[in-house]
T-cell receptor
Framework: EPEVTQTPSHQVTQMGQEVILRCVPI?????FYWYRQILGQKVEFLVS????????KSEIFDDQFSVERPDGSNFTLKIRSTKLEDSAMYFC???????????????FGPGTRLTVL | QQPVQSPQAVILREGEDAVINCSSS?????VHWYRQKHGEAPVFLMI?????EQKGHEKISASFNEKKQQSSLYLTASQLSYSGTYFC???????????FGQGTRLTINP
């Protein structure tokens, strides 16, 4: 069964450093997302990506963050100058279609646990 | 607008039933249900699109009352494998994002 994969599973970085989190969405999916989950809390939307551009972003997704689809399979989240409060689990998700006017089924990858020291 | 789930936590014995509710102050365009086990990714369970819709998946089913702006997840004859945190997420019309509720932690004891 196709699945979303993410690397690395765990990333430890020093405050102020840049990190790149990588995702390989399900191959025939068209919509890609990043969510984050601070330990013990709810899942929060960061950004959605469609047709090689950001389709929507949350207020969390400020200039510190960027996304890219560098080739036909990878989808990356870059966090510049990491802060302590960026420590969280980051999930990539993908979906194959958009329902009329809204999101379709989104499938999540296993996540990257980011620890900022 | 974040959907609100109730209860926050449930403890059951294996074989018992549970209901998890999800409501919103704004109209729900669609409702998505996920289960997350500790340290793992949320796993998609089902999506409900229309008011009055009901869906089932093994012994897990859900309903969507569009007028009441709420959805309920029903777990029947619970199994140990049902333990985890259940999230509802609302789909926003005209957008792709999901807005997640705060989760309901379900513990099934033997």
């Amino acid at each position: 069964e196709p699945e979303v994969t993410q690397t690395p599973s765990h990333q430890v970085t020093q405050m102020g450093q840049e990190v790149i989190l990588r995702c390989v969405p399900i191959s025939n999916h068209l919509y890609f997302y990043w969510y984050r989950q601070i330990l013990g809390q709810k899942v929060e939307f960061l950004v959605s990506f469609y047709n090689n551009e950001i389709s929507e972003k949350s207020e969390i997704f400020d200039d510190q963050f960027s996304v890219e689809r560098p080739d036909g399979s990878n989808f990356t989240l870059k966090i510049r100058s990491t802060k302590l409060e960026d420590s969280a689990m980051y999930f990539c998700a993908s979906s194959g279609y958009s329902l009329a006017g809204g999101p379709g089924e989104q499938f999540f990858g296993p996540g990257t646990r980011l620890t900022v020291l | 607008q974040q959907p609100v789930q109730s209860p926050q936590a449930v403890i059951l014995r294996e074989g018992e039933d549970a209901v998890i509710n999800c409501s919103s102050s704004k109209a729900l365009y669609s409702v998505h249900w996920y289960r997350q086990k500790h340290g793992e990714a949320p796993v998609f369970l089902m999506i409900l699109l229309k008011g009055g819709e009901q869906k089932g998946h093994e012994k897990i089913s859900a309903s969507f009352n569009e007028k009441k702006q709420q959805s309920s997840l029903y777990l029947t004859a619970s199994q140990l494998s049902y333990s985890g945190t259940y999230f509802c997420a609302s789909g926003v019309q005209g957008a792709q994002k999901l807005v997640f509720g705060q989760g309901t932690r379900l513990t099934i004891n033997p």
